[in-house]
């Protein structure tokens, strides 16, 4: 069974940093691709940045490109978004996703989302 996991969300102040962890079981991780969506408050959810842990390619939306880093250790079968110059536009709750690679490039994965997702965790930015 296919199971991921979110943690490190929480309350940060505007120009803070955080970072999220997802742990990942139940598939062979190098096959997959894992990505971060996230919705906010009465908007849809949109996919922000994907890796692919076999080769480290990574790709991220234009809203987070500069500010949120994605990393693996694939020893650990977990993902990292470390998101830096956090601002109230990135409250939202925060989902981690896998898909097989197969083939797929990772701008297309993060645009049309995972078939796979965790259940998601709370990341607030407020003073």
């Known amino acids: 069974e296919v199971q991921l996991v979110e943690s490190g969300g929480g309350l940060v102040q505007p120009g803070g940093s955080l970072r999220l962890s997802c742990t990942a079981s139940g598939f062979t991780f190098d096959d997959y691709a894992i990505g971060w969506s996230r919705q906010a408050p009465g908007k849809e959810r949109e996919g922000i940045s994907t890796i692919s842990p076999n080769d480290g390619h990574t790709y991220y939306e234009h809203s987070v490109k500069g500010r949120f880093t994605i990393s693996s250790d694939n020893a650990k079968k977990t993902v990292y978004l470390q998101m830096n110059s956090l601002n109230s536009e990135d409250t939202a709750v925060y989902y981690c996703?896998?898909?097989?690679?197969?083939?797929?490039?990772?701008?297309?994965?993060?645009?049309?989302?995972?078939?796979?997702w965790g259940k998601g965790i709370l990341v607030t930015v407020s003073a």
């Open positions: 996703g896998a898909n097989p690679l197969l083939g797929y490039g990772l701008g297309w994965l993060t645009l049309v989302g995972m078939k796979y």
